[in-house]
């Protein structure tokens, strides 16, 4: 199809009379290029399949006069590519086959120039070329396999999934993109609305069901063309389950369940599991059971068990095969949630269990749980105190004997007929040492011991009168020596009774018989088992008698009654005007505030070790001082110098210098610059002012060394003085002592000087005979040097 618009000079030449007409005066008038042709767009159909070019339409130009002078450019999309154009007569063609869903529309533009000058003629134009679709495209669905639920016994319409298709044609332009739906596999229980894809159901609330079929394939087709005849199609799988609803109750698999359980059994115990069937799923097929009725009711119980949705029945009382051999029990089995739509509330289902006891041989057992028997605690040895019985359950009716079980009764105070089980005493009982006692008796089967059991039994013992009275406390108390007589009470007491009489305790006071006629004091029963002692004179004396004992007689109103003779100290004291005490006695009251005498002696002891320890820690860290240097008056040595370093030996002349003793001057310059510490820097002058002190030199550490001429003694005593006051004054000397001796053995020695400064030099063999005659000191030395060399062979 080919469009073509000419628009004619003479419109143009109207157009530009108009315009000069409209412009003011004075304004150059402007002219309007003149046009001589123009197009709007071409029409091409897509997929061509001829062999040739497929034409397209015509440009044509007014200036265009048939002379072969004009030539015709085309530029834009595809341009020499996917279109070409006759230069010479403008015929416009397409090289190759297109396609609309690729690309609908190309833009181009076209100009005519001169061939000789290549100028252009006419302005550039633009014009569009559009495909024209064909039905060249098959419907495509979103997904290749859709998949969808719905309830079982969903209603006729019921929605289930919609699907979706689409074709890449174009759908303004003819039916090539009006989709149809349609479903070819799936009939009868499915349909699809032709229009929006939507499958529902097509069957009723009968038909669907889930337990007889639970998944369904359909496939649905999507036609274009509107579905017309010659229209393409395709196609996708829909896959549709069945949800399960509540619609079955459980039913039993049995009608008659039969179980049998040891009667030993405790509560608790399992019997036996009961399945029932449901031909639902999930929360749907989840059940319970009940014991509804039966024998067994109160003696078994049931629960589901969660993981299989079995019932579990179990034992939840003693079981006793000589008293019931057998139970019958109705079960009821339903869900747990019921679906009102499809079952009503009396959809269960019902079965009979039967469970028969399996008969054991049973430990014996006693009539009670436990025993209690009461006994004066005056009980002679062999009194009975009560009896245990208990009996074979099992039908054989074994004979039971009866023993103590000892770990209850250590102290083998009770004792239990094996017979009778009758229980008496084998020792005496206290109460007050113990009022209750615990024991256990054993009841064994006499033809099978394995076979037993325990009881336990209480023993009470009652209270006799067998305790008398006695005085709360020691009672010491004092009288001043002036008082009334009978008027001033000096003391109230009490007592107390070990007893426990089942109307209280009640006691009684009085003044011993021996006491009565010469006491000093008087006794007065308060009525409330207490009594207050009175004076019975005006006046006493501290120094004819610092000291009465007061006897009482204490009886408690119990039978038989019991009585006790307690006393009282009673102290002289001298009192104040108000009747305080002032003065005693040497001997204190006990009853006076303050600390016993045992406790001032631990005290004292725990001063006393406290004392030895920070003595002793005192006069360790006293003693911890450097060992002397020279331990002995024979252990001299030549240099003994101490300044933290190691010396060199006998080759060493820089430790010491023995010319520094013979020859002093010469060296004073070399000692006054050396004698400083070399790790501290002086910075304060010597506080105090050298002087000469002359000393004596007739000790032995100040005398010259042997070979030094007597001349030079002062020089050394002097030297030495001096060097002992620059090191005690001087705040830089070195902070330890250093102790030199120079060749000096001392007075008195009969050896001569063991110096190595006068050793010979020479290795030959030395004659140590001389050492014999030093004297019992040096025999050992004599020993060791003067044997021969033999004697070590």
Same mark, same amino acid.
Not at 26 to 44: H, S, Y
Not at 211 to 230: F, L
């Given at each position: 199809?080919?469009?073509?618009?000419?628009?004619?000079?003479?419109?143009?030449?109207?157009?530009?009379?108009?315009?000069?007409?409209?412009?003011?005066?004075?304004?150059? !008038? $402007?002219?309007?290029?003149?046009?001589?042709?123009?197009?709007?767009?071409?029409?091409?159909?897509?997929?061509?399949?001829?062999?040739?070019?497929?034409?397209?339409?015509?440009?044509?130009?007014?200036?265009?006069?048939? +002379?072969?002078?004009?030539?015709?450019?085309?530029?834009?999309?595809?341009?020499?590519?996917?279109?070409?154009?006759?230069?010479?007569?403008?015929?416009?063609?397409?090289?190759? @086959?297109?396609?609309?869903?690729?690309?609908?529309?190309?833009?181009?533009?076209?100009?005519?120039?001169?061939?000789?000058?290549?100028?252009? #003629?006419?302005?550039?134009?633009? *014009?569009?070329?559009?495909?024209?679709?064909?039905?060249?495209?098959?419907?495509?669905?979103?997904?290749?396999?859709?998949?969808?639920? %719905?309830?079982?016994?969903?209603?006729?319409?019921?929605?289930?999934?919609?699907?979706?298709?689409? /074709?890449?044609?174009?759908?303004?332009?003819?039916?090539?993109?009006?989709?149809?739906?349609?479903?070819?596999?799936?009939?009868?229980?499915?349909?699809?609305?032709?229009?929006?894809?939507?499958? @529902?159901?097509? $069957?009723?609330?009968?038909?669907?069901?889930?337990?007889?079929?639970?998944?369904?394939?359909?496939?649905?087709?999507?036609?274009?063309?509107?579905?017309?005849?010659?229209?393409?199609?395709?196609?996708?799988?829909?896959?549709?389950?069945?949800?399960? %609803?509540?619609?079955?109750?459980?039913?039993?698999?049995?009608?008659?369940?039969?179980? =049998?359980?040891?009667?030993?059994?405790?509560?608790?115990?399992?019997?036996?599991?009961?399945?029932?069937?449901?031909?639902?799923?999930?929360? +749907?097929?989840?059940?319970?059971?009940?014991?509804?009725?039966?024998?067994?009711?109160?003696?078994?119980?049931?629960?589901?068990?969660?993981?299989?949705?079995?019932?579990?029945?179990?034992?939840?009382?003693? #079981?006793?095969?000589?008293?019931?051999?057998?139970?019958?029990?109705?079960?009821?089995?339903?869900?747990?949630?019921?679906?009102?739509?499809?079952?009503?509330?009396?959809?269960?289902?019902?079965?009979?269990? =039967?469970?028969?006891?399996?008969?054991?041989?049973?430990?014996?057992? *006693?009539?009670?749980?436990?025993?209690?028997?009461?006994?004066?605690?005056?009980?002679?040895?062999?009194?009975? #105190?009560?009896?245990?019985?208990?009996?074979? &359950?099992?039908?054989?009716?074994?004979?039971?004997?009866?023993?103590?079980?000892?770990?209850?009764?250590? /102290?083998?105070? *009770? +004792?239990?007929? &094996?017979?009778?089980?009758? %229980?008496?005493?084998?020792?005496? $009982?206290?109460?007050?040492?113990?009022?209750?006692?615990?024991?256990?008796?054993?009841?064994?089967?006499?033809?099978?011991?394995?076979?037993?059991?325990?009881?336990?039994?209480?023993?009470?013992?009652?209270?006799?009168?067998?305790?008398?009275?006695?005085?709360?406390?020691?009672?010491?108390? *004092?009288?001043?020596?002036?008082?009334?007589?009978?008027?001033? @009470?000096?003391?109230?007491?009490?007592? %107390?009774?070990?007893?426990?009489?089942?109307?209280?305790?009640?006691?009684?006071?009085? #003044?011993?018989?021996?006491?009565?006629?010469?006491?000093?004091?008087?006794?007065?029963?308060?009525?409330?088992?207490?009594?207050?002692?009175?004076?019975? =004179?005006?006046?006493?004396? =501290?120094?004819?008698?610092?000291?009465?004992?007061?006897?009482?007689?204490?009886?408690?109103?119990?039978?038989?009654?019991?009585?006790?003779?307690?006393?009282?100290?009673?102290?002289?004291?001298?009192?104040?005007?108000?009747?305080?005490?002032?003065?005693? +006695?040497?001997?204190?009251?006990?009853?006076?505030?303050?600390?016993?005498?045992?406790?001032?002696?631990?005290?004292?002891?725990?001063?006393?070790?406290?004392?030895?320890?920070?003595?002793?820690?005192?006069?360790?860290?006293?003693?911890?001082?450097?060992?002397?240097?020279?331990?002995?008056?024979?252990?001299?040595?030549?240099?003994?110098?101490?300044?933290?370093?190691?010396?060199?030996?006998?080759?060493?002349?820089?430790?010491?210098?023995?010319?520094? $003793?013979?020859?002093?001057?010469?060296?004073?310059?070399?000692?006054?610059?050396?004698?400083?510490?070399?790790?501290?820097?002086?910075?304060?002058?010597? !506080?105090?002012? &050298?002087?000469?002190?002359?000393?004596?030199?007739?000790?032995?550490?100040?005398?010259?060394?042997?070979?030094?001429?007597? @001349?030079?003694?002062?020089?050394?005593?002097?030297?030495?003085?001096?060097?002992?006051?620059?090191?005690?004054?001087?705040?830089?000397?070195?902070?330890?002592?250093?102790?030199?001796?120079?060749?000096?053995?001392?007075?008195?020695?009969?050896?001569?000087? !063991?110096?190595?400064?006068?050793?010979?030099?020479?290795?030959?063999?030395?004659?140590?005979?001389?050492?014999?005659?030093?004297?019992?000191?040096?025999?050992?030395?004599?020993?060791?040097?003067?044997?021969?060399?033999?004697?070590?062979?």
């Amino acid at each position: 199809m080919r469009t073509k618009n000419m628009v004619k000079s003479k419109y143009l030449a109207l157009a530009n009379r108009k315009e000069a007409a409209a412009a003011p005066r004075g304004e150059k !008038l $402007l002219k309007r290029v003149r046009r001589g042709w123009m197009w709007n767009q071409f029409f091409l159909q897509e997929e061509y399949t001829g062999s040739d070019y497929q034409y397209i339409g015509k440009l044509q130009s007014d200036q265009d006069h048939g +002379n072969g002078l004009v030539k015709y450019v085309l530029s834009g999309e595809g341009a020499g590519t996917i279109f070409v154009i006759d230069e010479n007569n403008g015929d416009l063609h397409a090289t190759r @086959r297109l396609d609309r869903e690729e690309k609908a529309f190309y833009i181009l533009k076209a100009t005519v120039v001169n061939k000789r000058t290549g100028q252009k #003629l006419e302005p550039e134009t633009e *014009f569009i070329i559009k495909l024209h679709d064909i039905n060249d495209n098959e419907p495509h669905f979103s997904q290749e396999v859709y998949t969808g639920t %719905v309830p079982e016994r969903s209603d006729i319409g019921t929605s289930v999934i919609q699907v979706t298709a689409t /074709d890449a044609d174009d759908g303004m332009y003819g039916n090539s993109a009006k989709l149809v739906y349609s479903i070819s596999q799936g009939h009868p229980y499915f349909s699809v609305d032709p229009n929006t894809g939507v499958i @529902r159901t097509a $069957l009723g609330p009968g038909d669907m069901d889930r337990e007889q079929r639970e998944n369904y394939q359909v496939v649905i087709e999507a036609k274009d063309m509107a579905g017309q005849r010659g229209g393409l199609t395709g196609t996708t799988m829909v896959n549709i389950t069945l949800t399960d %609803v509540n619609d079955n109750p459980p039913r039993f698999t049995q009608s008659i369940y039969q179980f =049998r359980v040891p009667e030993s059994s405790k509560s608790g115990t399992p019997v036996g599991r009961i399945r029932a069937a449901d031909k639902d799923v999930g929360k +749907n097929a989840e059940m319970y059971f009940t014991i509804v009725s039966g024998d067994g009711l109160d003696t078994f119980d049931i629960f589901t068990d969660k993981a299989t949705q079995e019932g579990v029945i179990t034992v939840s009382k003693p #079981l006793d095969y000589e008293k019931k051999p057998s139970y019958t029990v109705e079960i009821q089995v339903q869900n747990t949630q019921i679906d009102p739509r499809f079952m009503s509330a009396g959809s269960k289902d019902m079965a009979t269990v =039967r469970i028969a006891v399996e008969d054991e041989d049973e430990p014996p057992l *006693f009539d009670k749980d436990s025993y209690l028997m009461e006994v004066k605690e005056d009980a002679a040895v062999g009194t009975a #105190l009560g009896s245990v019985s208990a009996i074979d &359950p099992d039908g054989a009716r074994s004979i039971v004997k009866y023993a103590i079980d000892r770990r209850t009764d250590m /102290d083998h105070l *009770f +004792n239990v007929h &094996p017979e009778n089980g009758s %229980v008496f005493l084998l020792k005496s $009982l206290d109460r007050e040492e113990a009022a209750w006692h615990n024991i256990s008796v054993i009841a064994i089967e006499l033809h099978n011991s394995r076979q037993s059991s325990h009881v336990s039994v209480f023993i009470h013992l009652l209270d006799v009168n067998d305790n008398a009275p006695t005085f709360a406390t020691v009672y010491e108390t *004092f009288v001043c020596e002036r008082t009334k007589a009978g008027q001033v @009470r000096i003391q109230t007491v009490s007592a %107390v009774d070990a007893d426990e009489p089942s109307a209280g305790h009640k006691f009684f006071f009085s #003044l011993a018989p021996e006491g009565t006629y010469r006491s000093n004091f008087t006794i007065r029963d308060n009525g409330d088992s207490t009594a207050s002692i009175l004076t019975r =004179r005006a006046s006493y004396s =501290r120094l004819q008698q610092s000291m009465y004992l007061v006897p009482v007689v204490i009886t408690d109103g119990d039978f038989p009654m019991q009585s006790s003779t307690g006393t009282l100290t009673v102290r002289v004291c001298t009192c104040d005007r108000e009747g305080n005490m002032e003065l005693c +006695n040497a001997q204190p009251l006990s009853s006076a505030p303050g600390l016993s005498t045992g406790a001032l002696i631990a005290i004292l002891l725990c001063a006393i070790i406290l004392l030895m320890i920070v003595v002793l820690f005192t006069a360790l860290k006293r003693q911890r001082k450097q060992e002397p240097l020279i331990i002995s008056k024979e252990d001299v040595r030549d240099n003994v110098v101490s300044y933290n370093d190691e010396g060199g030996g006998e080759e060493d002349t820089q430790a010491f210098d023995i010319g520094a $003793l013979r020859h002093p001057q010469s060296t004073a310059i070399l000692e006054e610059s050396t004698k400083q510490r070399r790790d501290i820097i002086p910075t304060d002058t010597l !506080l105090y002012a &050298p002087y000469r002190q002359h000393g004596s030199c007739s000790s032995g550490l100040l005398m010259p060394p042997v070979g030094v001429p007597s @001349r030079d003694n002062g020089d050394v005593c002097e030297f030495i003085n001096q060097r002992v006051l620059d090191n005690d004054c001087n705040p830089t000397a070195p902070p330890y002592d250093s102790l030199a001796t120079y060749a000096y053995e001392g007075a008195g020695s009969v050896a001569e000087s !063991l110096s190595s400064l006068g050793s010979m030099s020479s290795e030959a063999d030395q004659d140590y005979q001389y050492l014999s005659d030093w004297g019992p000191r040096f025999r050992k030395l004599a020993d060791l040097y003067g044997a021969e060399d033999s004697d070590f062979s």
